[in-house]
């Protein structure tokens, strides 16, 4: 797993394609730890609209394991490339160290030898609540989140009924950028059901599939509120196309749609990519972590939300546990995150603790 942040909006990514996106204490997108499947996540689906051929940018939620598959993770960016079906794609995800603002990047070339006529689409559920609230109460969270279709900005905006005068309002858009000269599809959903269809799951959904009605354009107070914006390209043999996806979170209706203004105008060129590069290095140059170090980090960090065998106690010693949650607190543990557990054996391993606190450090500025 890998986090992308600048301090307040956050993208969580794993290796399958999995992951969420969050703003200060809340998530905008569904996400739930599951390390079999690893099937929760905004996903990227590419349809072939000739012979109807469907797969994802990661692994997941297709299982497409047709094509190569290389994943790539950076300090400032996580990076999927694959090809199928004479198709190449990368997808690039990065957050703007200035804005709340996540970019997602996918760039397809057609190495056929000849055009080819294919439909990008995204898919996340929409939440706007902490991830508590949400995984107590999922149907009662989703009845406060409306959306409406901005065709100005080709834009998904979500924000959420408040419940009480103390809620703090928020505000999620999720817009997609073409290139110039490319016309706009306008196709979008915010209705879970109408998506997957009936029984359906996001492994193959029913508006993507060979004989399905595609996107239905409805908005408002959705039962399963979801974002989805779909782009349809014509590629040319050996030619080369762009587009760009951009989630915002904001505290206002106004700054949200300022920010999408602004970010439909400026997205298509690499200054967010070059901005988060240029913060990271200095962040880690703060912190006194280098590449080789980031790596463990991050490799920590993933055994945190998806626990390995190697790294718990055995298995006669949980199951000799009496102890609930609670048996925590008089530690003053509140048991509700993950915990790491660090022994040493003499003073000498002291530099594991200073190591292990800088990674503490790092992952606190990544919320």
């Given at each position: 797993?890998?986090?992308?942040?600048?301090?307040?909006?956050?993208a969580f990514v794993t290796s399958a394609g999995g992951g969420?996106?969050?703003?200060?204490?809340?998530?905008?997108?569904?996400?739930?730890?599951?390390?079999?499947?690893?099937?929760?996540?905004?996903?990227?689906?590419?349809?072939?609209?000739?012979?109807?051929?469907?797969?994802?940018?990661?692994?997941?939620?297709?299982?497409?394991?047709?094509?190569?598959?290389?994943?790539?993770?950076?300090?400032?960016?996580?990076?999927?490339?694959?090809?199928?079906?004479?198709?190449?794609?990368?997808?690039?995800?990065?957050?703007?160290?200035?804005?709340?603002?996540?970019?997602?990047?996918?760039?397809?070339?057609?190495?056929?030898?000849?055009?080819?006529?294919?439909?990008?689409?995204?898919?996340?559920?929409?939440?706007?609540?902490?991830?508590?609230?949400?995984?107590?109460?999922?149907?009662?969270?989703?009845i406060f989140i409306e959306s409406e279709y901005l065709p100005?900005?080709?834009?998904?905006?979500?924000?959420?009924?408040?419940?009480?005068?103390?809620?703090?309002?928020?505000?999620?858009?999720?817009?997609?950028?073409?290139?110039?000269?490319?016309?706009?599809?306008?196709?979008?959903?915010?209705?879970?059901?109408?998506?997957?269809?009936?029984?359906?799951?996001?492994?193959?959904?029913?508006?993507?599939?060979?004989?399905?009605?595609?996107?239905?354009?409805?908005?408002?107070?959705?039962?399963?509120?979801?974002?989805?914006?779909?782009?349809?390209?014509?590629?040319?043999s050996h030619e080369v196309a762009s587009i760009i996806y951009?989630?915002?979170?904001?505290?206002?209706?106004?700054?949200?749609?300022?920010?999408?203004?602004?970010?439909?105008?400026?997205?298509?060129?690499?200054?967010?990519?070059?901005?988060?590069?240029?913060?990271?290095?200095?962040?880690?140059?703060?912190?006194?972590?280098?590449?080789?170090?980031?790596?463990?980090?991050?490799?920590?960090?993933?055994?945190?939300?998806?626990?390995?065998?190697?790294?718990?106690?055995?298995?006669?010693?949980?199951?000799?546990?009496?102890?609930?949650?609670?048996?925590?607190?008089?530690?003053?543990?509140?048991?509700?995150?993950?915990?790491?557990?660090?022994?040493?054996?003499?003073?000498?391993?002291?530099?594991?603790?200073?190591?292990?606190?800088?990674?503490?450090?790092?992952?606190?500025?990544?919320?």
């Open positions: 797993a890998q986090v992308l942040s600048n301090g307040t909006y956050s969420y996106s969050g703003w200060r204490e809340v998530d905008l997108t569904r996400w739930r730890p599951d390390t079999p499947l690893d099937d929760w996540g905004t996903w990227a689906y590419i349809r072939d609209m000739d012979s109807g051929d469907l797969w994802s940018a990661g692994r997941q939620p297709t299982g497409s394991t047709s094509g190569n598959l290389e994943v790539l993770f950076s300090a400032y960016k996580a990076e999927f490339r694959r090809q199928d079906h004479d198709i190449s794609l990368r997808m690039e995800i990065a957050v703007a160290p200035r804005d709340d603002v996540e970019i997602r990047r996918i760039t397809l070339t057609n190495h056929s030898d000849h055009s080819r006529h294919l439909a990008i689409t995204i898919y996340g559920e929409v939440t706007l609540a902490p991830q508590d609230a949400d995984r107590r109460h999922p149907a009662f969270n989703k100005e900005l080709n834009a998904l905006l979500f924000h959420r009924r408040p419940r009480s005068a103390e809620e703090q309002p928020i505000y999620l858009a999720h817009l997609l950028v073409v290139e110039s000269g490319v016309k706009v599809t306008g196709s979008y959903e915010s209705d879970r059901a109408r998506f997957l269809g009936r029984g359906g799951t996001p492994r193959a959904p029913a508006a993507l599939s060979g004989d399905g009605l595609g996107l239905s354009g409805t908005t408002g107070a959705t039962l399963d509120p979801i974002m989805a914006l779909a782009q349809e390209i014509e590629l040319e951009v989630t915002l979170a904001a505290g206002s209706r106004r700054e949200a749609l300022s920010l999408a203004r602004r970010y439909q105008r400026q997205a298509a060129d690499n200054r967010v990519f070059d901005q988060a590069r240029s913060q990271s290095e200095r962040e880690l140059g703060q912190l006194g972590l280098d590449t080789a170090h980031l790596k463990h980090v991050q490799q920590l960090f993933s055994a945190l939300f998806y626990p390995h065998s190697a790294l718990r106690a055995a298995p006669e010693i949980l199951a000799a546990n009496n102890e609930g949650q609670a048996g925590l607190w008089p530690y003053s543990i509140s048991g509700d995150y993950p915990i790491l557990l660090v022994r040493i054996d003499k003073q000498e391993e002291l530099s594991l603790v200073n190591d292990l606190l800088q990674a503490h450090d790092y992952w606190r500025d990544r919320q």
